[in-house]
């Protein structure tokens, strides 16, 4: 299996564009989470699926971001508009019902919000 | 409230030095527990976990961590550190039986291992 798969890998952008990161979770895992990594704050949930559908987003930061997972294989997260504080490397990752919360995590992508 | 703390936030090692990182973690019931370490540039892999059974896990590279209910702990233990460990370790806890969605993080224990 490939892993949990991300891109872009690596996005730099302006302040006020819109930003979409996208996630593939491994084959079968029913849920997926996005995580949002910086040197202050460390790593924070943002928004978890089980079976598509959105669980908990009380992380999300404010409703410049928005999550989506159209199908099992794919799910996107959006900020807009794009602020410099939102710099950080956003993971996603993917478990499985019954796989005792183990976590799998994608690559990552690191956005820079200039 | 449920949570994770790591005490170490930075360790500094010599290469063949014995590593021990902390982990403590407030939660009622019983608790699924995860290490997992990041190196530099990269993404959180699954370093190893404890659900039940044996208080003593094994892990890939040599990592092993044991769990003491009484001390509410789950410490990582290396005999000999190399280089190559040089990463950012993390601890986190869940409720056994809980949801995917209760996976809590520490914030990480950054280990440099000097060569």
């Known amino acids: 299996d490939a892993g949990v798969i991300q891109s872009p890998r690596h996005e730099v952008t302006e302040m006020g564009q819109e930003v979409t990161l996208r996630c593939k979770p491994i084959s079968g895992h029913d849920y997926l989470f996005w995580y949002r990594q910086t040197m202050m704050r460390g790593l924070e949930l943002l928004i978890y699926f089980n079976n598509n559908v959105p669980i908990d987003d009380s992380g999300m930061p404010e409703d410049r971001f928005s999550a989506k997972m159209p199908n099992a294989s794919f799910s996107t997260l959006k900020i807009q508009p794009s602020e410099p504080r939102d710099s950080a490397v956003y993971f996603c990752?993917?478990?499985?019902?019954?796989?005792?919360?183990?976590?799998?995590f994608g690559p990552g992508t690191r956005l820079l919000v200039l | 409230a449920q949570s994770v703390s790591q005490h170490n936030h930075h360790v500094i090692l010599s290469e063949a030095a014995s590593l021990e990182l902390g982990c403590n973690y407030s939660y009622g019931g019983t608790v699924n527990l995860f290490w997992y370490v990041q190196y530099p540039g990269q993404h959180l892999q699954l370093l190893l976990k404890y659900f039940s059974g044996d208080p003593l896990v094994k892990g890939i590279k040599g990592f092993e961590a044991e769990f003491i209910k009484s001390k509410f702990s789950f410490n990582l233990r290396k005999p000999s550190v190399q280089w190559s460990d040089t990463a950012e370790y993390f601890c986190?806890?869940?409720?056994?039986?809980?949801?995917?969605?209760?996976?809590?993080f520490g914030k990480g224990t950054k280990l440099s291992v000097k060569p």
């Open positions: 986190a806890a869940a409720n056994y039986g809980g949801s995917q969605g209760n996976l809590i």
């Open positions: 990752a993917s478990g499985l019902s019954g796989g005792g919360e183990t976590q799998y």
